[in-house]
């Protein structure tokens, strides 16, 4: 179904606001067109990303930046944390199923297909994720759809 993008993020990021009420979310939404996509499936995907920058974060930097975005092709989301961050040897294994990174805190419950997931429903409908990383410092990751995207 199309989805009238600003007014599905506003909704959807709020509602996260309540959810994660110790994480100092910001977002900033600057769309105009209709995305024809899930609505369910494109709110898994952004849970998943805020349940990572969420949990991957030490207390003190527990803080999201979410820009929506769209250019000429494509609309362009980027979650941008400033939580522990991720080493450039591990960006393509991430998206793996099952696959964690070693060595971290705050696993519990946790079992690694989140990024499979996002992976997985982002090329379904057509768009790409990618991910950037300094360790100690932050993560982005960064949702791509085509604007005249493949009806399902
Ligand atoms: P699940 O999502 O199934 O609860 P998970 O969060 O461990 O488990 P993924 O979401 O697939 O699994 O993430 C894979 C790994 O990538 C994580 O274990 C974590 O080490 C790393 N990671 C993901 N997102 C971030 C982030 N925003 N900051 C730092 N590391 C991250
Ligand atoms: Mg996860």
Redesign the pocket.
Known sequence: EYIDVKEFCERVFDAFKLKYSDLKLNYSIEVESELYADPVLLNSVFQ?LI???Y??SPVDRKVLEVVVQQNKKNFVITFE?K????DKKEFNS?FKKF???KN?FN?QG???????FCKEITEFMGGEIKVESQLGIG?IFTLTFPLDVKKL
């Open positions: 998943n349940d990572n920058a949990k991957y944390d939580g522990i961050g991720i991430i696959y964690r990174v971290q696993q946790s079992i690694g297909l989140g990024l499979a993560t």
